[in-house]
């Protein structure tokens, strides 16, 4: 295993920290098929080289490295920018239920950012410690 090395004093550091292995997920034409019928959109599966992604009707995304994905049901770039939006905390809720209804919220999943133009950076016990708009 490889030494890291933090070139930063702590007070109080602990003696031991969890390391964890992150597998990345089978991505292929079946699964991204399968995937994109969960909301109701199908059609061939294309592969893009340039951006590594499976797509579905050029409305499903979905990186065949990590398994992110992306949804465009219109053309986001000729959308004028919404009005009334939701702030994020109605934006949480209505997207954690639509995910739960879907089947793809795992139980052991939790909220990291709520898209557009805000990135959050959480600590372990979920707390904001940074949070930049770009």
């Known amino acids: ?31 991204v098929a399968v995937f994109a019928e969960k909301f109701g959109i199908s059609g061939s599966v294309t592969f893009d080289v340039f951006t590594n992604t499976y797509q579905v009707a050029g409305k499903v995304h979905v990186s065949k490295t990590t398994g992110d994905f992306w949804i465009t049901l219109e053309d986001p770039w000729n959308q004028p920018p919404p009005k009334n939006l939701p702030n994020e905390s109605i934006c949480k809720e209505i997207a954690t239920l639509y995910l739960k209804e879907k089947g793809l919220l795992p139980k052991d999943a939790y909220f990291w950012s709520c898209g557009g133009s805000s990135n959050q950076n959480l600590t372990s016990d979920g707390l904001v410690s940074e949070k930049t708009v770009v």
């Open 1 to 31: 295993m490889p030494e890291i090395v933090i070139n930063k004093e702590f007070t109080n550091p602990p003696e031991k920290l969890p390391v964890y292995k992150v597998d990345n997920p089978t991505i292929n034409e079946k699964t």
